[in-house]
């Protein structure tokens, strides 16, 4: 008789194991997300999900892998990465024929800064002057002159110059040593260069809106693995609601994530002008203007006919995946105000 038992207590056992293992082996569905070097204030939702375990939550292993925005389009295309969130590199990837699809947003508002040296009292005081920019075609690029264009009728090679750096840190150095009398500064980076004596002088969030940070993966990946999509999804959307309500959380992830951050007075002070700024949604009318400014640079640089217009943006995203998980979880959309900036 004790011999008829043992294969049911085995089974049982086996059982109980399984049950038991499930979650862990749930844990182990891998996601690798982009991370640009040194952090961005975009991205800060992704960095909440990570430190606080809501990857986790959704049984996803995730990990950011550090690479400069065009690397990260790069290792997406050739299967190195599974997403990441450069929406203007995704923007021309797309608009160049690459099947990707965009599942989720982070930030909902403009974060750039024309920072300057403490001299400087208006933009027009620019004019004739060397302003420090990232990489023609960048976001930070494009707002910056975009600001300066339509609300100082400020011309870039005209009204003033620019020189491109990759890094925020050594704008701020360029700065510093007058090199450079303005530069494009993240909030993040332009709270640093306050604390050094140097000037906010505008906030590109004041007259422009954008969909910052969002979320692009190839069509491929998000068709063969829609649940999870939407575990990246619900993570990223409770890392957005953490974040408008806990400071001092909050504050631990800004400091881990973002390089130029070296206490709690900078994290404190990028908080309250940030966490109010994400949204896991991503507005149509903000979509698509993400592809439209990176179709007119492709116009400039002879890369798309200017008289052919911009293809439907919907077709980029993976829109009812997205509305459907965020209804499923009861999200809260950002409640934002519209810029308040006006033409001088």
Same mark, same amino acid.
């Given at each position: 008789?004790?011999?008829? =038992?043992?294969?049911? *207590?085995?089974?049982?056992?086996?059982?109980?194991?399984?049950?038991?293992?499930? &979650?862990?082996?749930?844990?182990?569905?891998?996601?690798?997300?982009?991370? *640009?070097?040194?952090?961005?204030?975009?991205?800060?939702?992704?960095?909440?999900?990570?430190? /606080?375990?809501?990857?986790?939550?959704?049984?996803?292993?995730?990990?950011? *892998?550090?690479?400069?925005?065009?690397?990260?389009?790069?290792? $997406?295309?050739?299967?190195?990465?599974?997403?990441?969130?450069? %929406?203007?590199?995704?923007?021309?990837?797309?608009?160049? !024929?690459?099947?990707?699809?965009?599942?989720?947003?982070?930030?909902?508002?403009?974060?750039?800064?024309?920072?300057? @040296?403490?001299?400087?009292?208006?933009?027009?005081?620019?004019?004739?002057?060397?302003?420090?920019?990232? =990489? %023609?075609?960048?976001?930070?690029?494009?707002?910056?002159?975009?600001?300066?264009? =339509?609300?100082?009728?400020?011309?870039? !090679?005209?009204?003033?110059?620019? $020189?491109?750096?990759?890094? /925020?840190?050594?704008?701020?150095?360029?700065?510093?040593?007058?090199?450079?009398?303005?530069?494009?500064?993240?909030? %993040?980076?332009?709270?640093?260069?306050?604390?050094?004596? +140097?000037?906010?002088? +505008? @906030?590109?969030?004041?007259?422009?809106?954008?969909?910052?940070?969002?979320?692009?993966?190839?069509?491929?990946?998000?068709?063969?693995?829609?649940?999870? *999509?939407?575990?990246?999804?619900?993570?990223?959307?409770?890392?957005?609601?953490?974040?408008?309500?806990?400071?001092?959380?909050?504050?631990?992830?800004? /400091?881990?994530?973002?390089?130029?951050?070296?206490?709690?007075?900078?994290?404190?002070?990028?908080?309250?002008?940030?966490?109010?700024?994400? !949204?896991? /949604?991503?507005? &149509?009318?903000?979509?698509?203007?993400?592809?439209?400014?990176? =179709?007119?640079?492709? $116009?400039?640089?002879?890369?798309?006919?200017?008289?052919? &217009?911009?293809?439907? &943006?919907?077709?980029?995203?993976?829109?009812?995946?997205?509305?459907?998980?965020?209804?499923?979880?009861?999200?809260? %959309?950002?409640?934002?105000?519209?810029?308040?900036?006006?033409?001088?």
């Amino acid at each position: 008789m004790p011999m008829l =038992r043992l294969p049911l *207590v085995l089974a049982a056992a086996t059982i109980g194991f399984a049950l038991a293992v499930a &979650p862990g082996a749930q844990a182990q569905t891998k996601v690798t997300i982009g991370k *640009v070097i040194g952090g961005d204030g975009f991205h800060v939702p992704t960095y909440v999900a990570l430190d /606080e375990g809501f990857f986790k939550q959704e049984g996803l292993d995730a990990s950011l *892998v550090e690479l400069q925005a065009p690397a990260q389009v790069t290792a $997406i295309l050739t299967g190195n990465l599974d997403c990441a969130p450069i %929406p203007s590199g995704g923007a021309q990837a797309a608009l160049s !024929g690459a099947k990707i699809t965009y599942i989720v947003g982070e930030s909902l508002k403009s974060q750039w800064t024309l920072t300057t @040296r403490a001299d400087i009292a208006a933009a027009d005081q620019l004019k004739g002057k060397t302003i420090g920019l990232g =990489r %023609p075609g960048g976001a930070d690029y494009d707002e910056v002159q975009a600001v300066l264009h =339509r609300f100082f009728h400020m011309d870039a !090679g005209k009204d003033y110059h620019v $020189i491109s750096f990759q890094g /925020e840190a050594e704008r701020i150095a360029a700065l510093s040593n007058n090199d450079i009398q303005g530069a494009g500064l993240s909030i %993040p980076h332009a709270i640093v260069a306050q604390q050094a004596g +140097l000037k906010v002088l +505008l @906030r590109t969030g004041d007259y422009i809106p954008r969909a910052g940070g969002t979320i692009w993966c190839m069509q491929s990946f998000v068709q063969q693995h829609p649940e999870t *999509v939407k575990k990246i999804i619900r993570a990223i959307a409770k890392a957005v609601m953490y974040f408008r309500t806990n400071k001092e959380g909050s504050i631990k992830v800004l /400091e881990h994530h973002i390089a130029s951050i070296k206490n709690d007075k900078d994290a404190g002070l990028i908080w309250d002008q940030l966490h109010d700024s994400y !949204g896991a /949604e991503v507005p &149509p009318a903000l979509f698509r203007e993400i592809l439209e400014s990176r =179709r007119l640079t492709m $116009i400039a640089a002879r890369q798309w006919p200017a008289d052919k &217009p911009l293809p439907d &943006p919907e077709q980029f995203i993976a829109r009812k995946l997205l509305d459907s998980t965020l209804k499923e979880m009861n999200y809260v %959309p950002a409640n934002l105000a519209a810029p308040t900036g006006a033409a001088q």
